[in-house]
Nanobody, 122 residues
Framework: QVQLVDSGGGLVQAGGSLRLSCAAS????????MGWYRQAPGKQRELVAVITGGDSTNYADFVEGRFTISRDNAKNAVYLQMNSLKPEDTAVYYC????????????????WGQGTQVTVSS
């Protein structure tokens, strides 16, 4: 099995920073894209940022240069550095990864972390 464990959320004042981490473990042959999503109460889950296997990155418009996504392939990890946080960034943040578990199969699965709460006070 493959497991994603995300962490690093918390309570922070507006303008503050947090760094989210997510590590994949289990049967992993290769990891393609990794990303972060978020879901605020009463809203749909939305993409925050994604990083490909070739380290190309893409961000949602609301990020406005405040967040940086990165990955450490040796650790099967992805990170999200969030600066200049706003109250509207309050949400549960989920990491996501497209993982090929086995060398003998080209099948790629879509996996999610359990989520980490980010709360930004005004």
């Amino acid at each position: 099995q493959v497991q994603l464990v995300d962490s690093g959320g918390g309570l922070v004042q507006a303008g503050g920073s947090l760094r989210l981490s997510c590590a994949a473990s289990g049967n992993i042959f290769s990891i393609n894209a990794m990303g972060w999503y978020r879901q605020a109460p009463g809203k749909q889950r939305e993409l925050v940022a994604v990083i490909t296997g070739g380290d190309s990155t893409n961000y949602a418009d609301f990020v406005e240069g405040r967040f940086t996504i990165s990955r450490d392939n040796a650790k099967n990890a992805v990170y999200l550095q969030m600066n200049s946080l706003k109250p509207e960034d309050t949400a549960v943040y989920y990491c996501n990864a497209a993982i090929r578990p086995y060398r003998i199969s080209i099948s790629v699965g879509n996996y999610w972390g359990q989520g980490t709460q980010v709360t930004v006070s005004s």
